[in-house]
């Protein structure tokens, strides 16, 4: 047959395009979307430029470096003294069981001790407001609180119960420092005149090494010193021997140490009364 002859509608297939793939084919991916990807990278990118732009250099405020600074204050000080507690902790820890009862014993003393001050000028105040003669009345009491305060101030005698301690430094290893330390624990025990060799101990006492010796106010005492102290035997003498404290620091430096008790201390050494230069009575 002739082309003529063909059927029309197999002209119009040869003429027109094939036809479109089904639905369920694959596609090749648009160029648009591969036109895009290099565009997506290059925004990508510059973000995380910008992100590291917005963390270094570090920016950090007036305000912001203060409170770091108090804070790191704060922290430092938590931790010294959770130490300090660590340490008195572990020495207490280490401590044996006798010694743990006397420490006991002793801090149960000292409160008593200020039970007794205590109703003591309760009782002088309840006095000065019941009594009929309240100006004589008065007047006895300011004359035992002179007293009181002449023993203190080391202007008067005083005698009582108290203890004796004597340490022998044959080594020369005793130091001025390791005296004031004994000095002060007998204070904080209750100890109320003390006197070293011949020397008042007051408020103002202040001990220096001197050579191979030890000066008490300016008072040159050489070794064995001697200790009377007036006070409570029971609360003293424990006060010297805790663990830790002054005699067991005494024989590591190879020095001897006795304490004795005693009924009757006497402390007669005197100091001169001394006028105040600047400090003067606020009473009118």
């Not at 997506?40 to 990118?45: A, G």
């Not at 300090?84 to 820890?93: K, M, V, Y």
């Not at 004795?260 to 230069?277: N, Q, T």
Request: hydrophobic share 35%; charged share 30%.
């Amino acid at each position: 047959m002739s082309n003529h002859d063909e059927a029309p509608e197999n002209r119009l297939r040869k003429e027109l395009p094939e036809e479109m793939p089904a639905a369920g084919a694959s596609e090749a991916p648009a160029v648009p979307e591969a036109v895009d990807a290099p565009e997506e990278q290059r925004s990508e990118l510059t973000g995380r430029q910008r992100l590291a732009k917005g963390l270094w250099p570090p920016r950090v405020t007036r305000a912001q470096l203060i409170v770091a600074v108090l804070l790191f204050g704060l922290g430092f000080g938590l931790a010294v003294q959770v130490a300090s507690n660590s340490d008195d902790d572990s020495a207490l820890r280490g401590a044996r069981q006798e010694d743990l009862v006397r420490i006991l014993d002793e801090l149960d003393d000292r409160t008593q001790r200020l039970d007794d001050e205590k109703q003591g000028l309760e009782k002088q105040r309840d006095e000065l407001e019941n009594s009929s003669n309240q100006a004589e009345e008065a007047r006895k009491q300011t004359v035992e609180k002179e007293r009181q305060l002449g023993i203190l101030a080391g202007t008067v005698a005083a005698q009582g119960p108290g203890i004796t301690m004597t340490i022998d430094d044959t080594k020369g290893t005793v130091e001025a420092d390791m005296l004031l330390d004994a000095i002060q624990e007998l204070r904080a025990a209750g100890a109320e005149a003390i006197q070293v060799n011949g020397v008042r101990v007051v408020a103002g006492t202040y001990l220096t090494d001197s050579g191979n010796s030890v000066s008490v106010d300016g008072n040159k005492i050489n070794a064995p010193y001697r200790f009377e102290v007036i006070g409570k035997p029971q609360d003293l003498e424990p006060a010297l021997n805790i663990p830790g404290g002054v005699v067991q620091t005494l024989e590591k430096e190879q020095a001897t140490v006795t304490i004795e008790r005693s009924d009757k201390i006497v402390v007669d050494a005197l100091r001169a009364a001394k006028r105040p230069d600047y400090a003067r009575s606020s009473s009118q």
